[in-house]
Each structure stands twice: as C-alpha cells, then as structure tokens.
C-alpha cells in the first residue's frame, strides 16, 4: 500500500524546490547581457513605459513634430523589437515637462482596452493646464475624445499622473491637483511660480466609458510637483507621493484604496528633509504579491541620498530604509521587484564625468548583491526621468538622450539570469 504521509511530503518538498528556482532570488545581470535596441524617436522625450496584466511591453512618449506640435505616440515590444509608433494624440497647447511626464496602461486582459494621458494648456498662464485622458477599444488603433479627470474647471495646475488598473473594465488615476492653489494665502515652490493655497492629491475611478466615481482628496496639502507612484496589491492600490507639513517637511507618505475606501496619509521614514521649495524628484512603487518596494531620494541630514524600504504586508507597514546610492545621487528613482525578497532600483548617480544611470539589486535584509551602470547620462533637465520596468526574465530600459541640440528616446534591455 502507498504511503500517502510520505508520498505527500515528497510532492511538497519538490514544489517548494520548483518555487525556489523560479522565485528570481538569486538573479544576476552583467554587461554583456544589456542591448541597446533601435527605439523610433527621431527628436522627443518624456519617455514611459508600462507592462500590461498580460505582460506586454509598451513605450510611451512625445515626439517634437515641429515647433508647435507634440505627438504623444507608443509602440508596443515584440521579439525585442519595437512595433511602428501609433499616435494617440497631437496638439499644439500642450504643456510638455521634463518631470512630468504622460502614460499609457492597458486594463483589459487582452491588451484592448487603453488608456492614455498627457497634460495640455488650460489658460494663459504659465502653469495653468488640465490632464487629458483619451480612451481606446480597439489596441490603440484608434482614440477616443480626450477629457478631464478633475472636474473643478479652474485654471491652475494638474499633473504628475499615476495610474493602475483596478480591473479589466476599470483604472484608478491619482494626480497633483491645485485647485486650491487659487485661494487665500501666498506661498512659493520650485520654478518660481507663486500658490494662494496647498497643492492636493486626488484620485479617481474612471470606467471604459469614460465615467468617473469616487472622485476624492487624498490629500489636503502635498509637495507641488514631485512624481507620484502606484501600484496594485492584491485587490488594493497603493500609492506613494511627497508630502508636506506645515513646517515645510517634504517626506515620502502613502494611501492605500481598499474596499472602496481610501485609508488616511502614513509617513514611511522620518527623513525630516526640510526644504522650502519642491525637489522635483518623486518616489516608486513596485510590489510583487503582497510584498511591496519603495524608493525615494531625500537630503536626509543635509546629504543626498536614495532609499528603499520593503512592506511585507500590503504597504500597511514598512522596514527600516536602506541607503541604495554611492554617495553624490541625484535621485529620478523607479524601482521593479523580481521576487518577494528583492527589489532592484534604478537611479541617477553623480561622478567626475558628469552622471551616470544605475541599477541596484537590494535583498529586503539590505545586500546590495549586484550593480550595474546602463549609461552615461546627461545631467540637465533636459534628460528627464529614466524610466525601467521587469517583464518575465527582462528589465527594459527607456530614457532621453541629450546631444548639443535635439534629445531622442533610447532604450535597451537587460535579459536576468537566474
């Protein structure tokens, strides 16, 4: 007779050795397995990328027509190679940043639902723009009329989207939002530009329609223009931005959307960076089943420093941080996590030829395990935000090149070995 007791044993011990070998614990990378691929930008930048729920690579970015005219195109990976951009929208208001940059994601299961954002001219003000978000049902073949998220309709700042899918007909959007910023009480930020009032987060669900519910302020006073970041945990979303206190604290804080409901700002680190003005330089997001990763740059003690912490419990709770950089970084952090243990970050480090864009491979026990540099890169604004995310054994790469006088998308991918 077959001894079940051990017979089942031996089905558990096997499975756990299977999991073992495809947990992605003990990857490495090397040079010689990082490729530069032929990316089709001619002149642009505010380069993005996202990976799709059925694990589709897409780039997203905006390519300089003319002197007037930005196109927000996408092309989608296929066999390591980029598929002919697809326009999703052109226009000659828009409000192009170097931090701010637009997105596309996919929330259907068969990469036919699409959405789209960018950031176009509201009025004549220097910084008075609206988010525009554009819907397609056919892949990206076509696009919808655009619209806006935030129905306050007044002329004032909206920016630094972030959006995750919170089902295959649904996607939740979080934004800067300044629509108190034209009331009583003076203050100034980064640029130069003045606020009457406190830069806010808000949120909402916007359907495959098009429809909006659960339009909210997350936040009543936050950073003015710092990236934010979010990512879906099991059924929840988690979001991290810059937060900022009466005193002028601008430390990382995170919300989480569960059930319906959006729970109240918790800080992840006491840094107490005191700054007087935005940094430009927001935080990011990534999570792999309930295990979430979070890196951000401060000054920390009046030195620069990239951080990461890990949560083992859906983002309610986060470690002790771990110093990431070399010592001189400059931040435009983003961050994947390849297993439940481990996250790898990328960031922009200084050196004596000018900077250099990064990766680190960090255990949640803060090993630093392997290092890499992608490029050199220019250290103006005119650079941007090196965007990075991980599909199956792959880290693709985006970012903007600098030359005397154009900049253009370039990216690469970094196959991983197990």
């Known amino acids: 007779m077959r001894d079940k007791t051990r017979s089942g044993w031996f089905v558990m011990v096997l499975l756990s050795i299977i999991f073992s070998c495809n947990s992605h614990e003990n990857i490495t990378f090397t040079e010689s397995e990082l490729n530069i691929i032929e990316t089709p930008s001619k002149v642009g930048g505010e380069p993005n990328l996202y990976v799709s729920p059925s694990d589709h690579v897409y780039l997203s970015w905006v390519e300089y027509a003319d002197d ?4 927000l195109l996408f092309s989608k990976l296929q066999d390591n190679v980029w598929s002919k951009p697809k326009e999703i929208a052109r226009g000659g208001n828009w409000f192009v940043n170097w931090a701010d940059f637009p997105s596309l994601i996919a929330f259907g299961s068969n990469d036919q639902e ?3 954002h960018w950031l176009q001219k509201s009025a004549a003000g220097t910084f008075d723009y609206d988010v525009r978000i554009s819907l397609s049902h056919d892949g990206g073949e076509t696009w919808e009329d655009s619209f806006v998220p935030h129905r306050d309709s007044l002329p004032s700042e909206h920016g630094f989207v972030s959006m995750v899918p919170c089902s295959d007909s649904s996607t939740m959007a979080i934004w800067l939002d300044g629509r108190k910023t034209v009331g009583e009480g003076m203050d100034d930020h980064e640029g ?3 606020h009457h ?3 806010t987060l808000r949120g909402a669900v916007v359907d495959v329609k098009g429809a909006l519910s659960y339009e909210e302020e997350l936040d009543s006073k936050i950073c003015d223009c710092c990236q934010t970041s979010a ?3 099991g059924d929840d979303i988690l979001a991290a931005y810059r937060d900022r206190s009466e005193e002028e604290i601008r430390d990382i804080s995170v919300v989480k959307w569960s059930d319906g409901q959006w729970s109240n700002p918790v800080n992840v680190s006491k840094d107490n960076w005191k700054i007087a003005g935005c940094p430009v330089n927001g935080p990011s997001l990534a999570a792999y089943n309930d295990n979430v990763a979070l890196t951000w740059f401060t000054m920390d003690g009046e030195q620069a420093k990239v ?10 709770q986060f470690g002790k941080a771990i110093r990431v950089d070399d010592g001189n970084p400059m931040g435009r952090v983003d961050v994947v996590m390849p297993s439940e243990k481990k996250a790898i970050v990328s960031y922009i480090e200084r050196n004596d030829e000018g900077a250099v864009f ?5 255990d949640h026990q803060g090993v630093i395990d392997h290092e890499m540099t992608i490029s050199d890169f220019d250290a103006s604004r005119s650079s941007g935000f090196p965007r990075m995310v991980r599909s199956s054994d792959q880290l693709i790469f985006a970012w903007t090149a600098v030359d ?11 196959n991983m070995m197990p």
Do not use: C, E, N
Request: aromatic letters at 2%.
């Open 68 to 71: 007037t005219t930005d196109v």
């Open 114 to 116: 699409m959405m789209a």
């Open 192 to 194: 130069g530009h003045g």
């Open 197 to 199: 009032g406190s830069m």
């Open 231 to 233: 990512v879906k945990v």
């Open 307 to 316: 951080k990461l912490a890990f949560s083992r419990d859906s983002g309610d």
């Open 358 to 362: 990064k990766i680190k491979s960090i």
């Open 404 to 414: 005397s006088s154009t900049t253009s998308v370039t990216s690469a991918i970094l």
